[in-house]
């Protein structure tokens, strides 16, 4: 009876709106849902980003030529830096082993130590400068999340999708405010320990690489275990919801139609009719809300595979110069770099996954 009075009062709500054509109708309900709000939340390289794109506001189109151009920009943009240090690091594993070659025994070994430290040098401080990317790019997605949290609930609502909005906001705002703390105070921090033992252990020779490995392996099934949580509770509560909010919504026209004498039937029209301009705005809205989240992650996460990527070579290269400390070291820089990719991607899901249940989620 609760979700049946909501029904008739949304409708008799969406009747106060004036006789508007279809796309000012549309544009009127975007601007009262408060999604401008949600796109000024964006910080300045996103909406240069998303401007790229063509998508800065709900009316205009995306074009894939537009964000092919984009995406290779921004590899361009970001290969200096990976290029020089895997320039840097290769020279560095050649003169180790020519260093290594010419003498015997303590003076090959002191070679490789100081290859090793030299490669820590040029490689360590890009791993931890992308550990605290992570962190701010987490920021960004929950202050975006927590301001398009309102205007998706209320969207989802009006269209008909009441349990569901009410489950979303739920949701969705606790995961906002768990990005922040689940990237920045607890992932971030476990792969700067693991990294620092990994190191260690590298250049002292003291055996911790079992320990490091357990900790690595702790934080990234911790990671996979959240992301699933929240995907799957998300996910299932969304598709039960929708089928109530959908049989709900079929007996408010029913009653609409049938029980008001005269005007039921028009009635009930005009209230279907606004609810597709409702859904109109939302999958819109949803849209745009899986691109932004593109825009948020795509910088860094290209940077963060360029990084893997140099790690991974120099790990090669140090095998083929024969430089142990070396090739471990920079092996143990490659899985940090790919849990920091990897804690992007599962960032990157959830925030889809945010904006996908609006885009996909039938109304009443």
């Not at 606790?174 to 693991?194: C, D, H, I, Q, T």
């Not at 209230?271 to 932004?292: C, D, E, K, N």
Request: charged share 10%; glycine share 10%.
């Amino acid at each position: 009876m609760a979700r049946l009075l909501c029904f008739v009062l949304i409708g008799f709500g969406l009747l106060a709106f004036p006789a508007l054509p279809a796309h000012a109708l549309e544009e009127q309900i975007a601007e009262k849902s408060g999604l401008p709000q949600a796109l000024e939340s964006l910080d300045k390289g996103t909406r240069t980003l998303l401007d790229q794109w063509g998508a800065d506001s709900l009316e205009e189109g995306v074009q894939g030529e537009k964000i092919f151009r984009s995406l290779c920009g921004l590899v361009q943009e970001k290969l200096t830096g990976p290029l020089k240090a895997c320039a840097a690091l290769i020279g560095i594993l050649v003169l180790s082993r020519i260093a290594g070659c010419m003498g015997e025994g303590e003076p090959s070994g002191a070679a490789t130590g100081i290859g090793c430290l030299a490669c820590g040098v040029v490689i360590a401080p890009h791993v931890l400068g992308l550990a605290a990317q992570c962190g701010a790019v987490a920021e960004s997605a929950s202050a975006f999340l927590l301001a398009s949290v309102p205007a998706y609930a209320a969207l989802l609502t009006v269209s008909g999708s009441v349990a569901a909005g009410g489950s979303y906001s739920f949701l969705t705002l606790g995961a906002g405010n768990l990005l922040p703390l689940l990237a920045s105070g607890l992932l971030m921090p476990l792969l700067r320990v693991f990294l620092a033992l990994s190191l260690s252990a590298c250049v002292s020779g003291v055996k911790m690489q079992k320990l490091a490995s357990s900790l690595y392996s702790f934080t990234k099934w911790l990671l996979l275990a959240a992301v699933t949580l929240f995907s799957g509770i998300l996910s299932v509560q969304t598709i039960l919801n929708t089928q109530m909010d959908a049989a709900a919504s079929k007996t408010v026209k029913l009653i609409t139609s049938s029980a008001i004498p005269i005007v039921g039937g028009a009635l009930g029209d005009a209230l279907g009719a606004i609810q597709s301009s409702v859904q109109v705005v939302r999958s819109g809205a949803g849209a745009f809300g899986m691109l932004a989240a593109l825009c948020i992650f795509a910088p860094v996460l290209i940077e963060t595979a360029l990084w893997a990527g140099v790690c991974t070579l120099g790990q090669v290269a140090a095998d083929l110069c024969d430089v142990p400390p070396a090739s471990a070291m920079l092996g143990a820089c490659a899985s940090a770099v790919k849990l920091v990719l990897a804690v992007l991607c599962s960032l990157c899901v959830v925030c889809l996954t945010c904006a996908g249940v609006v885009l996909f989620a039938k109304g009443g």
